[in-house]
Every structure is written in C-alpha cells, then in structure tokens.
C-alpha cells in the first residue's frame, strides 16, 4: 500500500477510535472527566505525571504547590512509582496530599514486585511514602520481557495483589510497559483481570511498534481503562520541533484514552496543560492524516521513542 494510502485509512482508523469511549461523563472546572474502564471511577483526562514532580532541581514547594493546584483546578488522576527518583516522588506527593488533598485524589503508583517479597515491600514502602492507608490503583510497571510475564503469573504475586485488593489496601490493579506491544498482549492473553493498561501514546508510536493500533483495540473490547503516557515522547516530539505540545495532547486525547499522564515540572508546565485539556476537541479525520503524514519519517526506526525495543 502506498504510503499515502496507508496514512489514510489509518487516520480514518483513528477518527473511528475517537468515536468510541471519548465521551465525558462530566466536566469539573472546565476539565473534561472519562471512564477508567471496568473501574467505573471518572478520571480527569489530564492527569499528573509523578517522576517530574520529584526532579531534583524542582523544590519541595514547587512540587507540593503543582500537585495541589492541579487538584484545585479540577485534576483528579496521579500517577507515581515507588522508584522515580529514589521515592522523592511519592514523598512529596505524600505531602501534598495533607490537609485534606487526599480525598480529592485518585491515587495510583507502580511497582516492580515481580513476586511476593518485593511486591509486598514496594507496597508497604509506597504507603508509608505517600501517607495513605490505601492506592486507588497499583500498577506493575515497566513489563518489559516475555520472562517479567511469566514471573508475574507463576511466583503467586497475583493471588497477594488480590487479596490486599480484598482486604481494601489497593482498589485496583492494572500494570505498565514501553516497549513492545507483544508482550502487553501476553499479559492480558494469560487470563488475569486486569482493570487497567498504561503504555505509551503519541503520533509517532502511531507509526513504530505501536501500542495505539495493536492493544487499544484489545483494550476496548474488554473494557480496561486505558491510561496514556509519553504523549510527547519523553520531550522528543516537542524538542525536535516535529509537532507542537498541542498537536501532541490533543492527537492523544483524540484517542479513547481514560486520562493522559503528563510529565510537569513547573506551575507554567501545569497552567498550559490545563488550558489545552479545557479547550480540547477531538481532531478530524483530516487533520489527523495532515498529522501522521507530517511525522512519518519521524517516527521510523523508533529512534525519538528511546524506550521501545529496536527492531
């Protein structure tokens, strides 16, 4: 198929994606809120990307004033890990969410338990770290290699995270990956019930191993909330001048997407997405070929998406 071609019926693909599952269930201060799948839990469509907040030349006010003007301007969605930035991430979103932030959250950080032991200390290490006696979601994170998948469903790891599920400590479980599309497919083929998936999102994993075209329509059918990231590909996108921060969030809000976590790190950073999520609507069917066909060369090889296996 000619390339031209190509890019057209995959922009008629995307139009058609966004016509599914985009519909707001509400807007909270002018930011449009979603479903997350089977959780049933509204989500902003902007959320808080947890690494950034932890930088080390941002200071422990700067982070703390983000995160908590975010939630005051209608964000509800936080994402972490136990290990950004040796746990200063979830230390100060800890703190910012005192003084009554954290029933304005849902709350979700990311683990590398890949059996019962460490699971169990990431948890316990997570819940200390952001002051809260439950995570409205636990992700396993980075699922990187076939051997990760197979640990997770043969250590036990998965009856723990059921039961602390049970015994009301994690909400809901969901799991993380960069790299290959293929190996998110092993982790829902095995059976579990997974309730959500993050994985990366942008106009250039259109093009390149792409999680966009291979698991959201997977997603979709058995209604497993789907969270975004690298929707500017850790900067690459903007930096290299291949499109510009709008065109990014908006081409990845387009999709069905249930929130888009975005990296900040400055209240400048923060004030400008919040604006682009107020005023988003969906791309036509034009203007996304117009999109994709700017950045086809681009995305080849993978070599602005450093986080995907190489092929």
Same mark, same amino acid.
């Given at each position: /198929? ?11 693909? *995307? ?19 979603? @479903? ?25 006010? @700067?982070?703390?004033?983000? =995160? ?13 890990? +136990? ?34 032991? @460490?699971? #169990? !200390?990431?948890? !316990? @290490?997570?819940?200390?770290?952001? #002051? ?6 636990? %992700?396993?994170?980075?699922? !990187? ?16 995270? %059921? ?6 400590? =994690? ?15 092993? /982790? ?6 997974? $309730?959500?998936? %993050? /994985?990366?999102?942008? *106009? ?8 966009? #075209? ?5 997603? #979709? ?31 990845? /809000? ?26 988003? $609507?969906?791309?036509? $069917?034009?203007? =996304? $070929? ?14 602005? !998406? +450093? ?5």
């Amino acid at each position: /198929m000619k390339r031209r071609d190509f890019i057209r019926n995959t922009a008629a693909t *995307v139009a058609g994606m966004s016509m599914v599952g985009l519909s707001s269930s509400f807007k909270k201060d002018g930011i449009p809120y979603r @479903t997350l799948g089977k959780t049933n839990l509204d989500v902003s469509l902007i959320g808080v990307g947890g690494h950034h907040i932890g930088d080390r030349h941002i200071s422990d006010e @700067t982070s703390v004033k983000l =995160i908590r003007e975010a939630l005051d301007s209608g964000v509800n969605f936080l994402d972490n890990a +136990w290990h950004y930035n040796s746990g200063r991430s979830e230390e100060l979103m800890g703190k910012a969410l005192l003084d009554g932030y954290r029933k304005k959250a849902i709350l979700m950080t990311k683990h590398h338990g890949r059996d019962v032991k @460490t699971a #169990q !200390e990431h948890l !316990e @290490t997570s819940l200390r770290r952001l #002051q809260t006696d439950y995570l409205d979601l636990w %992700q396993f994170h980075e699922i !990187e290699s076939l051997d990760a998948v197979d640990k997770i469903y043969s250590s036990g790891v998965l009856d723990f995270v %059921q039961k602390k599920k049970q015994d009301g400590v =994690i909400r809901h479980i969901g799991f993380t990956g960069h790299s290959r599309p293929d190996i998110h497919k092993a /982790m829902l083929d095995k059976g579990f019930d997974w $309730e959500t998936v %993050q /994985m990366p999102i942008n *106009v250039l994993d259109h093009h390149y191993l792409s999680f966009s #075209q291979e698991i959201i329509p997977i997603l #979709q059918e058995k209604n497993i909330g789907i969270i975004g990231m690298k929707s500017v590909a850790s900067g690459a996108i903007v930096n290299e001048k291949i499109a510009s921060i709008e065109e990014c969030l908006r081409f990845s /809000m387009t999709l069905p997407v249930s929130t888009l976590v975005s990296g900040m790190n400055n209240l400048e950073h923060l004030r400008h997405n919040l604006e682009i999520t107020r005023n988003f $609507e969906p791309m036509t $069917e034009k203007e =996304i $070929e117009v999109l994709l066909n700017k950045t086809y060369d681009y995305a080849q090889g993978g070599k602005h !998406e +450093w986080y995907k296996d190489k092929v």
